[in-house]
């Protein structure tokens, strides 16, 4: 088979050398080949591939190999920004069009566009329909030709999707104006239902249809409860994480910019991102995080569509996501690269209530009249979430089964696999449970199931004569909870249905049966409730006066800085300062919210006024001079750096360059900078001159003298091309070594 390109005159000889040729892989991943050829043969597609599946391929190599342009329709600028600047760096003619760019820009790409010169277009749904952008592509059509339309994040066009946009529901106009030209939907998460409501919805003509598996064997899912000290326990978890990139999920605006206030407060590199920021500070922040100059994204579900970042090494939902579509596809951020990486959510009943009044906020923009359906649908998806939090079974049963895929169980990748709870044998119940479904005609939903188990006395079920039924009342000995534990275990193992219309009405199958006639028993996993060790009262008290000298403390400090007391330490923080009473610099450093920065700012005082309250107290206090030897040993240099920043100082102590330790650890050379950065900042000999020419180092110090050191790429931008980030942080470090 010989493919042509019309974009370069090249033939290939198959496939694989055009994807050599434009994008650098030998191969193929699984899946993409045959959406590939389906396209060339210029068929609908229906693509549902997970994220970091590369499903953007399997329209991009097509819009290369097809004569014509190619128009994408992206939701988010950020994501279209970020696919074209990935091909413009493969030489690939893409470009977009979106309100980020002025009129002179747009009318430049337009006459690129004309004349043939842009292979692949991306769009925001809004501008496509714009009729003056319809009769630009009637005139493409006419001089170039369009090849076909891409809808990417096609799950938008459902209303049965987890992030449902009536913009995308006109989508069908321009199915109907270019008749003969294909239609590609692609999403990374789909149930059966959104898959043919976007079919329905796009007019797809027999489609070729690709549905890939949604497991993501690399990522490690926890669900936690989410204590009184919840900050205390994010701040925790991503020092755990060293240098790794990650994203911190929050529901509300308000929550993300308190909380990467606090982490920026406690020495993390950390940034907002939400819709409330100017588009030029989300388009920066992002940058920022994708380019490495900071750690941690915190963000509501506006961020991530799109981002092609490969090594986000954790998500962690501050807060319960809506529904498992936009938890799975938020959570499959991580690890693109394919690399372990871990997903954390952390679970409150408070968050149900703000969501549930979310869930009443729908309603019609113009009329105000509640959004009923809508917000069936949403009220049903928000259970569904609340089942796989306070499930115990695998984690991957559970999502995989929303999509309608099979698993086993026993992932060895999720909280309730690794540290599994006792089972108990339930079989009775689950058959007496079964059975009054049976009864019931199959008719109703959980909660009014577990009403007939339990005799209640509730109007609907007098009424219906349910109350004569065999299996009223004969639940009465378990409780609501449980029955609700025994119901979401036989959901979540196969052995019931459930219908997914907003009324969410139980279905026995063939398991069902088996679990009745004898031929298949019920396990349940038991949930161990927490063991909390209480404190002794004289304990507690005298925790509680030294957290109030501490509190004191605080704001004087803060009193003097005019900042908030919260900025200098959390409540959290303090009341476990309180609790373990730290008298040296290392105990202290070792204080979820005690950062290398805070350490140095605020060690010493903190220490002080715990040992003079020891002192108070009559209890033990170290000697003065243990606690100045102790400081020595609790020098930057000397605490919390991790394993891998010490390997690559030991490397740089052989003389290695960037490049050198790289391809020794196996890393990118821009994270090897990021380590001696780190290196520097904590006090290591690393000298600069050494990795940067000193008339360079020279040029980059007098720009950041001249415009400060707080942007990686505005200090590029003075310098021009020729200097690489490298460079710029690698001497940024020593600037603000020397200050």
């Not at 490690?220 to 020092?239: F, G, H, M, T």
Request: net charge neutral; aromatic share 8%.
């Amino acid at each position: 088979m010989i493919l042509s390109s019309l974009t370069s005159g090249t033939e290939f000889a198959s496939l694989e050398e055009a994807l050599k040729h434009y994008f650098g892989y030998d191969q193929f991943r699984t899946g993409q080949r045959p959406v590939i050829e389906a396209a060339l043969q210029q068929q609908d597609l229906m693509v549902v591939m997970p994220t970091g599946g590369g499903k953007s391929l399997c329209f991009q190599l097509p819009g290369l190999l097809l004569p014509g342009l190619t128009v994408v329709i992206s939701p988010l600028i950020a994501l279209m920004q970020d696919q074209v600047t990935t091909l413009q760096v493969n030489d690939i003619p893409a470009t977009f069009l979106n309100s980020s760019i002025d009129a002179a820009t747009s009318r430049q790409r337009i006459a690129e566009v004309c004349a043939g010169n842009i292979k692949l277009l991306y769009v925001a749904p809004e501008r496509l329909l714009h009729e003056s952008f319809l009769n630009l592509l009637d005139q493409v059509q006419a001089q170039v030709g369009l090849a076909a339309f891409a809808v990417d994040e096609a799950h938008c066009v459902s209303e049965w999707g987890h992030d449902f946009r009536p913009e995308y529901r006109r989508l069908a106009e321009v199915r109907q104006r270019y008749a003969q030209v294909p239609v590609y939907a692609l999403t990374a998460t789909a149930t059966e239902r959104v898959r043919q409501d976007i079919i329905a919805q796009l007019h797809l003509r027999q489609p070729f249809v690709h549905v890939a598996s949604f497991n993501r064997p690399n990522l490690y899912y926890e669900v936690r409860p989410k204590s009184r000290q919840a900050y205390a326990d994010l701040y925790r978890e991503i020092r755990q994480h060293g240098q790794d990139s990650g994203i911190v999920y929050c529901l509300s605006r308000r929550e993300v910019s308190e909380i990467s206030a606090r982490l920026q407060a406690d020495g993390i590199r950390a940034l907002p991102y939400h819709a409330g920021l100017s588009d030029r500070a989300r388009t920066l922040n992002q940058e920022r995080f994708i380019r490495d100059d900071v750690q941690v994204m915190v963000a509501t579900v506006a961020f991530g569509m799109g981002i092609d970042k490969p090594d986000v090494r954790f998500v962690i939902h501050y807060n319960l996501p809506r529904n498992i579509e936009g938890y799975y596809q938020e959570a499959g951020r991580a690890g693109r690269d394919g690399e372990p990486s871990k997903c954390l959510l952390f679970y409150s009943a408070k968050d149900i209530h703000t969501i549930e009044w979310l869930i009443e906020r729908k309603v019609d923009p113009v009329t105000g009249e509640p959004l009923e359906n809508e917000q069936r649908i949403a009220r049903q998806q928000l259970r569904q979430v609340i089942d796989y939090a306070e499930s115990t079974v695998c984690r991957r049963t559970v999502q995989l089964g929303y999509f309608g895929e099979t698993f086993a169980g026993d992932c060895g990748g999720c909280d309730n696999c690794c540290h599994p709870k006792p089972v108990e044998d339930w079989t009775i119940p689950a058959q007496k449970l079964l059975s009054c479904v049976a009864r019931c005609q199959e008719r109703y939903g959980m909660s009014y199931i577990i009403d007939v188990l339990r005799g209640s006395k509730n109007k609907k079920v007098l009424q219906r004569r349910h109350d004569q039924l065999s299996t009223y009342g004969i639940g009465q000995d378990i409780t609501v909870d449980q029955w609700r534990l025994l119901g979401r275990t036989l959901l979540h193992q196969g052995l019931l249905a459930e219908t997914t219309d907003g009324y969410p009405v139980l279905k026995l199958n063939d398991l069902s049966w088996e679990v009745m006639w004898h031929k298949r028993s019920v396990y349940v996993p038991i949930p161990i409730a927490p063991v909390q060790p209480q404190p002794s009262e004289a304990r507690r008290q005298e925790s509680e006066a030294l957290f109030q000298r501490l509190r004191t403390l605080r704001k004087e400090l803060a009193d003097q800085q005019s900042v908030p007391p919260y900025m200098i330490f959390a409540d959290s923080s303090l009341k476990l300062m309180a609790q373990q009473q730290p008298q040296t610099l290392a105990e202290f450093a070792k204080i979820s919210g005690v950062g290398k920065r805070k350490l140095e700012q605020y060690g010493q005082q903190f220490t002080a006024a715990i040992r003079t309250h020891r002192q108070e107290q009559g209890l033990p206090v170290v000697e003065e001079a243990n606690v100045a030897e102790q400081a020595d040993q609790s020098d930057p240099a000397s605490i919390n750096l991790s394993n891998t920043l010490m390997t690559t100082f030991q490397l740089y102590q052989q003389g290695k360059t960037l490049a050198e330790i790289a391809g020794k650890r196996g890393l990118k050379v821009q994270t090897i900078a990021t380590h001696l950065e780190d290196l520097i900042a904590a006090g290591y000999e690393v000298e600069v001159e050494e990795l940067v020419n000193c008339d360079r180092k020279q040029v980059i110090a007098e720009v950041i003298d001249r415009i400060g050191p707080i942007s990686l790429t505005k200090i590029r931008e003075k310098l021009g091309n020729t200097y690489t980030y490298e460079e710029i942080r690698l001497v940024r470090a020593w600037w603000q070594h020397q200050q």
